[in-house]
Each structure stands twice: as structure tokens, then as C-alpha cells.
């Protein structure tokens, strides 16, 4: 359904291998800007990550980043909740070597999940992310993963909101522009491709829901 884009997607702006719903984007992610291998429900980022922008190998949910966490800000190898981040943390505010306030993750994190070397707040997680989920060096907000993505699931070189996944999306999933928006320059909706265009533009210049090919219109 809506959007399906790649080999074995099932809902929603799927965009990969075997992604399943909702922006999915990469191997086999499941819901909401699954971005990465096997991640399942909301942002999730990595390789098998399960909820809300879970990034790593087998995070479990919200703002999960590393290698096995499983809760709620779950960053490390076996963190357990809300922020968890190094190796085996297991509650709030988890930080490594010098974090600071609520899951502070890294040498200089300073917030909610702030994961990297200078992270601000909410679950930064790289070099220099600031808010919520920001994983990268110059995220800026909620699951900014990338080098300068900046606002919800932002996942790439420089996204801008939402579920952004690629290198100059904008707002709520677009790997792009809008709404799981996948590719180079899409601009709303589910735009997948090069330059698509609406709701679930899939291609390099489709234009309407679930557009798929080369320049399909609607």
C-alpha cells in the first residue's frame, strides 16, 4: 500500500529491500522512518533497531542507539532505558565518560540522550547534535542522524525535519523534502526518487501518489 518503494516494502512510503511500513527506509526497517537494515517502528536507525528512532544494531525503542539497547533512549551495547548510553547502563540519564544531565551520552553530551563528543540535548547523538534523537556530527533535532541534519529523524548529511532521510530533505520523513522522502531532491509526501514531486512520488520525476518509475504523473 501507499508508496510502496523497493523490492518487498508492504505500507507507506516502504523504501528499500524488505522495509514494511510507514517511511520505512533501508533493508528491512518496519514503521515510521525506519531507516537501516532491520530496524521495525518509528525513526528507527541502524540494523535492527525496533522503536522510535532506534539507532544501532538491535535497539529496541525511542532515540535506541548502539549495539543492543532496548528502552527508551537506549544508547550503547546493552543499555536497558531512557537514555541509556555505553555499554550495560540500565536507567536514565546512562552517560559515558563526562555526560552531563538525562541520558548524557559521550565525552560532552549534555541532554536527554545526548549522544557523541559535543551533543546538546534530547537524544544527540554524534559529534555536535542538539536536540532529541540527533545522531551524527551536526544534527539538530529529535533523530537528526547524519552530519547536518536538524530536526525529527533526521537522518543524513544535512535533512532538515522529521524523518528526513538522505542529504537535503526538509520536514516530517521526507527523505528529501516531506514525509519519507527518499532520494536526491523529492519535495512532499512520500517522494521517492530524484526529483518527484507529491504524495508518494516514486521515481526520478513522477508527480502523484505512488508514482513509480521515470515520469509517471498520477
Request: with cysteine.
Amino acid at each position: 500500500m501507499w508508496d510502496k518503494v523497493g523490492q518487498c516494502g508492504t505500507m507507506w512510503d516502504k523504501v528499500g529491500q524488505c522495509g514494511t511500513k510507514w517511511g520505512n527506509v533501508g533493508q528491512c526497517g518496519a514503521m515510521w522512518d525506519k531507516v537501516g537494515q532491520c530496524g521495525a517502528m518509528w525513526d528507527n536507525v541502524g540494523q535492527c533497531g525496533t522503536m522510535s528512532d532506534n539507532v544501532g544494531q538491535s535497539g529496541a525503542m525511542w532515540d535506541k542507539v548502539g549495539q543492543c539497547g532496548t528502552k527508551w533512549g537506549n544508547v550503547g551495547q546493552c543499555g536497558a532505558m531512557w537514555d541509556n548510553v555505553g555499554q550495560c547502563g540500565t536507567m536514565w540519564d546512562k552517560v559515558g565518560q563526562c555526560g552531563t544531565m538525562w541520558g548524557n551520552v559521550g565525552q560532552c553530551g549534555a541532554m536527554w540522550d545526548n549522544v557523541g563528543r559535543c551533543g546538546t540535548m534530547w537524544g544527540n547523538v554524534g559529534q555536535s547534535g542538539t536536540k532529541w534523537d540527533n545522531v551524527g556530527q551536526c544534527g539538530a533535532m529529535w533523530d537528526n542522524v547524519g552530519q547536518c541534519g536538524t530536526m525529527w529523524d533526521k537522518v543524513g548529511q544535512c535533512w532538515t525535519k522529521w524523518g528526513n532521510v538522505g542529504q537535503c530533505g526538509t520536514k516530517w520523513g521526507n527523505v528529501r523534502a516531506m514525509w519519507d522522502k527518499v532520494g536526491q531532491c523529492g519535495t512532499m509526501w512520500d517522494k521517492v526518487g530524484q526529483c518527484g514531486a507529491m504524495w508518494g512520488n516514486v521515481g526520478q520525476c513522477g508527480e502523484m501518489w505512488d508514482k513509480v518509475g521515470q515520469c509517471g504523473t498520477m
